[in-house]
């Protein structure tokens, strides 16, 4: 499949899973049209995909459901207005049939349908704007942001910056931030990140964003946090908010009960020290790679909850590994110039080991 081909793919899947999604806002969706819903998503893992990433822009736009509300009327049909602008005209086939009380739902999810198209088109394939900030490999930086604020960025991670006369947001795309937020009452300070958001006005809080999990840790104020939980036809929104000295934690099912954790441990990786406390070893082994030019991969998937406590350098992977031989009996593979595969015991070592092969 040729490059162009392959967009224009995409772009097909996307509008697909914006598609389905504002249709499935409507509480008149029955079991046929359901069922229809869960072939297309079995029919591919682009589909799936496609289709999670609406559901992530969708939980964005919780926090402007006011200004939602405000700014698009709602036709007849559920189809959104903007003031002063003529209903558009959609194809009888993609027309959403809403009931009165669920119109403004359906035309938030078509202002989704447009983000889509204008912010996430290709799936992130984007050109990086010139308000990001990047680290590398084993690589920390320290920037002041416009309004005064500080935000310490850790390895491998990445963030972009949005501000207005009347906001402050920054969103984090990939890794963990520390911020200390500059004091403005006038303008909240909103962190974005997969599936809820953080404000605050003036304080200091940690985020990271795992593969599957979210933290955030507070070391300074209070913050206030908004998400949403998705299961395939629905979200649920919930909020919560956390104190100097707790960690809340969410995944795409929801939130966590709030942790203490002591106010010193915050983000001791930014003096490349971490502290762990019961964490699962899925989570220590990306706190890990963020450093190691040779990566750490967990081969038995039984290992990936196994909870984890101590404190070690960012730089000394062997530690680790040295650790987790001596007190869990892990079974760890080096393999010079590729990293370390850690398994149950030898026996699964052997099994599961790929070829040169592969």
Known sequence: ?????????????????????????DEAVGEDEAAKFEDWLRQSARHRRAYEHVQAIWGD????????????????????????????????????RAAAATGWRIAAALVALCLVGALYWGFGRAPRPANEIVTGLAEQTTTRLDDGSIVHLNAKSRIATA???????????????????AK???????????????????????????????????????????????????VRRWDMTASAGELVSWTQDGPSPKLRVPVQEVATWRARRFVFNEKPLSEVVAEFNRYSREPIRIGSSALR??????????????????????????????????????????????????????
């Open 1 to 25: 499949m040729t490059e162009m081909r392959k967009n224009v793919t995409d772009q097909f899947i996307a509008e697909a899973a914006a598609a389905w999604f504002v249709r499935l806002q």
């Open 61 to 96: 736009l919780g926090a402007f459901e006011a200004e939602l509300r405000e700014r698009y009327a709602v036709a007849p049909d559920g189809a959104p207005v903007p003031r002063g602008m003529p209903a558009p005209a959609l194809p009888a086939a993609r027309r959403p």
């Open 163 to 181: 501000y207005t006369p009347s906001s402050r947001r920054v969103r984090l795309l990939e890794g963990e931030a520390y911020f200390e937020v």
């Open 184 to 234: 403005d009452k006038e303008r909240p300070f909103v962190v974005e990140t997969k599936g809820g958001n953080v404000e605050a006005v003036g304080t200091a809080f940690n985020v990271n964003l795992l593969t599957e999990r979210v933290t955030v840790a507070v070391a300074e104020g209070t913050v206030k946090i908004a998400g949403a939980s998705r299961s395939a036809l629905s």
């Open 305 to 358: 909850d196994l909870k984890l406590s101590g404190v070690f350098e960012a730089d000394d992977s062997a530690a680790l590994l040295s650790a987790l031989e001596w007190a869990t009996g892990v079974r760890v593979v080096r393999t010079p110039g590729s990293g370390a595969v850690l398994f149950e015991d030898g026996h699964q070592a052997a099994r599961d080991m790929p070829s040169p092969a592969e």
